[in-house]
């Protein structure tokens, strides 16, 4: 397929296989995953507006059913995304025409089991990067002038330190199989952010570092507390105060998510190149709809990402970030030798989870540090270590004592 190779676009390929694999669950058991590249979610495409995505989808001669892949970012006829078989391979292309984060999904064996098929774990995203970039953001601030409270607007650069957040339900019997009459009944059994619940809490290395404990939870909620988990240990999302950070957010699910952070005030909420809001508390996104949240924690501290619909709270959709070194950290790790000088957020110490990290792009601030984490087989661990990823599994227990 030619794909407007001479048309003066940029051509980027995205290349993807249908595999069904077993994946964890909270509490030890496993599921019966059906996955893009064998991870939950599939991997996040990057592109920018006016590029030509060419999509192949690949099925195994092994696999147990057909998939296909309906990708938003796209406008063609739904037929291109018509189902394959086990064995085949299928290419499709279109120009990235506008700019946004677009949900990507299994279109099930010929629109049957499409429901079981997303659900099961066939979802991304692809970020469409705006042509020109993304746009410098205004903080509200006031101050104090010759003893009036007067407007005093911050003004940050477009780049930020980004964070995709993907939302989503299970529907699963306890055996582990996807359950559609919980489904058709909305009784989902898990809340799951980026293919976990719970993923990104407190773990026994932050119980020992904070509490001097490992066994003492500084959380309501750590079901993934083991350095034995390794990539399916939880990790927490580090930021800087007074950095522009940027959250893409897509509901893949059938619940609609009110996405809040315990503690903040979202900035700036985008759609495409167009701000929806500004200095809002929560925004509502539908289900196959997105958002992207533009932010700056003020103070060092403890905020939660949540849906907040307690149901999706307390099944799931509460994502911790730690802003600055609010625990104080610094000096104690500078005393140990593992930091020469203080550093602005634990980032750079632990870093931050390879599934939450999207792709860079054309604003992207570099992460300190990346650890390998996600719902993920073993296969895409390996890849994640050769691409630079640390597995804190095993970088951990070498650390001098804090
Ligand atoms: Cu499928």
Redesign the pocket.
Known sequence: MTCLSNSGREVVEFNVT?ESVELPIMGGKTYNA?TFDQQVPGPTLRVTQGDVVKMTLTIPDDEV????NDMHASQISAAAFE?INPGESKTYCYVAEVPGVFKYH????KLI??D???L?G?YGIAIVDPIDGYKKLMVEKTAVENGKVVKDRQFYDADALEFQLQYNQLYLTPEGNYDAGAMFKHHNTATVVNGMQFGYVPNEVHNALIKGDAKKNIFVAQPWNSLELKQYQSQLLYVENDQHVRLFIENNGNEPVFFHIVGEILDRVTQGNRVQSAGTETWLVGGSQNAIVDLVFDEPGVYAGVNHDYAAIYTGAATVFVAGDPFGLNQRLIDAGVLTEPVPSYAYVLGNPSDAVPPMGKNSIAHPAINVHGLMTDKIVEQKIAEGAIPLWEVVPTLPPI
């Open positions: 249908g059906m059913t057909a998939h296909g189902s299994c279109s099930g064996v089991g499409m079981q098929h997303v099961s066939m």
